[in-house]
């Protein structure tokens, strides 16, 4: 008989982070843990709900009595404070871990617990431009660009949450608790692909190229209701060349014979400002008269790799998505709401995203 | 301190190549998970072949890309194919605590490797697969690549400048933080349930479905029927909120002023512009609808501070600041990630001394280590298949010259 009981179930949670950190708690939540959050903030946003979802929420409490009453019974604390504002709010993490040695005390904080700049100020936008995925986006003739919707909360919070449950694997083998100091500013660093390789190897230094590799095939193009992203080739020999040739032929394009041409097949003229234009001129030709749908099914059915840019509403109409029942609608706060289904699948767990009741009321599947 | 790392005694078979499931096996690797990457000599990880390159030379055991996100990992080459390989892939999983794979839906099925295959060798095996849209849906089939998922996911359409076309992040985003890290997530959380009921676990994670978590809240905003698009570097609450230009070809402050009080202090730092002038400027509200002016302004103000010492001049006056940093502050001008260690170089035998991440975070307790470069390719058939899978030395030396292991 299969035991579907959540993978973390009976694991007591106190979140009392920021922003920053409540990804983590949300997380550890969908898994089956119990996390209680403390948040005295009235606001109830599109972005507070995804983030809380599951939570019990409480407010702050005062005086460390009842801290301890509440950490006393948690084997996982989240903050995502820098230490003099931790210490500020009676949560140093030596400190509790002398009160309470089996704590796991998850501890993101923006630049990490030690060094000369863990105090400074920061936020999502500074985040990014410190740790270096800033210097990366946007195109060449205009600033860095900030990804959409707060990544670092989400780049803190897989990172955290991996190490939350290294931690709780040794607090719960070796009942020894600890204090998982993450940066935030490091965890961004480690989001930055190859680039601090291109640097060491080659001595290159990444900067932003706009919206993807500058190839003829590769990167988006303009149809009917939006975008398409289209991979053609990344360097090397191209991808379903012959594919995309004949897609756009058999489209009425006839003119696109020539991507038949040798020297497509070599990517130093593929990364040439004309081979790119032309290419565009071919394939714009071609799907300006056909949406996303069209384009990604036909595309696809040819062995190509396309794939729509998707917006929001188109999602939550996808085919695949709503065949998989991925999306998820629940209480949080008392009002339903629709919710992306959890990242991953336990076939003989129950996992995701959980109702939360009105406040005060604690937190019920 | 303990030198013992937390995930002793944890073996990993990994079959996963490329991007995303190199970076999820990773940091159970740097905290002391054996790691044994499964590779082909005819079906070489495609990774391997990718840029950077040691001094810009190709080669199999150059790459910095490939070796970034397999340190503290071991290396088998088996042919999948041979009966013979697949049997030792068996053996492997069965004394293999945790199984992951990339592939696309249905491979490890073909090659007899299948969830099925390995809980017959293993009944408590945790395994995890990572297919791109899922194992099952009118879209399994379909192909791509990072990029391709944060399109399909929808970062890549919200990332961009206000009422422009996509830009997204410029890097596989995809790649690099939801679906590896995901992936460790659920691993680690399936092995707590296991050492708990002796339960092992398939995980699916369909790459598609693990990205849209990253934008969460769209989805959240766009069921209650709110348009939802690209904001480029506007913020909801702070303002001013923006990258500004400052001395220097290309180099760049982020500046995050949240309230009037900090506004006044970032007036006071910035100079240069004759504030007093500018009442309308005075409030959230008056900023915000004279943003243009506000941002020329500032612009010009910015133009002759040295963007880190302008972050530096803002955080003393509590204002979230810092310089945009490329791969050159990163390595070698930042104090904070110096004195945190957060570059590690190590040796490796063909690329000589290389940089490689370590992990973002330190457990007080029980921290983990890199504790070996990228394997070479190959590089543990022999140790692998001898001392853990029974395989005499003489067996070795045949298969290895029937091109079965090697």
Known sequence: ?365 | MSTRLPLDGIRVADFSWVGAGPFLTKPLADHGADVIKIESRTRVDPIRSMAPFRDGVKGLERSGYFANRNSSKRSICLDLKDIRGRELALRLMAVSDVVVNNFSPGTMDRLGLGYDAARAMRPDVVYLEMPMMGTEGPQRDCRGYGLTIAAAGGLLGLTGYAGGPPVGTGTNYPDHVPNPLHGAVAVLAALRKRRRTGQGEYIELAQLESTINAIGPAIVAAAAGEDVGPVGNDDPVAIPHGVYRCAGADRWCAIAVFGDSQWAATRSVLGAVSWADYPELDTVDGRRRSRPLLDRLISVATRDWEACRLAAALAARGIAASPVQHADDLLHGDKQLRARQHWVTLEHPVMGPAVYDSSPYRLSATPGRLRSSAPILGADSRDVCTELLGVSDRTYDQLEEQGVVG
């Open chain 1, 1 to 365: 008989m299969t035991d579907r009981t959540a993978p973390l179930d009976g694991v007591n949670v106190l979140d009392v982070s920021t922003s920053l950190g409540e990804y983590t708690g949300r997380l550890l939540g969908d898994l089956g843990a119990d996390v209680i959050r403390i948040d005295d903030a009235g606001h109830r946003s599109h972005r507070w709900s995804f983030m809380n979802a599951g939570k019990d929420i409480r407010p702050w409490v005062s005086g460390s009595d009842q801290l301890d009453a509440l950490l006393a019974d948690a084997q996982i604390l989240i903050t995502s404070e820098g230490p003099a504002r931790l210490r500020a709010r009676g949560l140093d993490p030596a400190e509790l871990g002398r009160r309470h040695p089996l704590l796991v005390h998850v501890a993101i904080s923006p630049y990490g617990l030690t060094g000369p700049y863990a105090d400074r100020p920061a936020s999502d936008l500074t985040l990014m431009a410190a740790g270096g995925l800033l210097a990366l986006a946007g195109e060449p003739d205009r600033e860095p660009l900030r990804a959409w919707g707060e990544q670092t909360s989400v780049i803190a919070g897989v990172h955290a949450t991996t190490a939350a449950l290294i931690a709780l694997h040794v607090a719960e083998t070796e009942s020894r608790g600890q204090i998982v100091d993450l940066s935030v500013q490091e965890a961004v660093a480690h989001s930055i692909e190859n680039a601090a390789q291109y640097l060491d190897l080659e001595q290159v230094v990444r900067r932003r190229a706009g919206s993807g590799p500058r190839e003829a095939g590769t990167g988006l193009f303009r149809c009917v209701d939006g975008w398409i992203y289209l991979v053609g080739g990344l360097g090397g020999s191209p991808l379903a060349w012959n594919a995309i040739e004949d897609w756009l032929v058999e489209g009425g394009v006839l003119t696109a014979t020539e991507l038949g041409a040798e020297r497509w097949q070599q990517p130093d003229w593929r990364r040439t400002p004309e081979a790119c234009a032309r290419f565009r001129d071919l394939f714009e030709g071609f799907a300006r008269s056909q949406t996303k749908a069209e384009l990604f099914g036909s595309g696809q059915k040819r062995g190509i790799s396309i794939a729509p840019v998707a917006t929001p509403a188109d999602l939550l109409n996808d085919p695949q998505l709503l065949a998989r029942n991925y999306f998820q609608t629940v209480d949080v706060d008392g009002v339903p709401t629709t919710l992306p289904g959890a990242p991953y699948r336990f076939a003989s767990s129950d996992v995701g995203p959980r109702a939360t009741a009105p406040i005060g009321g604690g937190v019920r599947r």
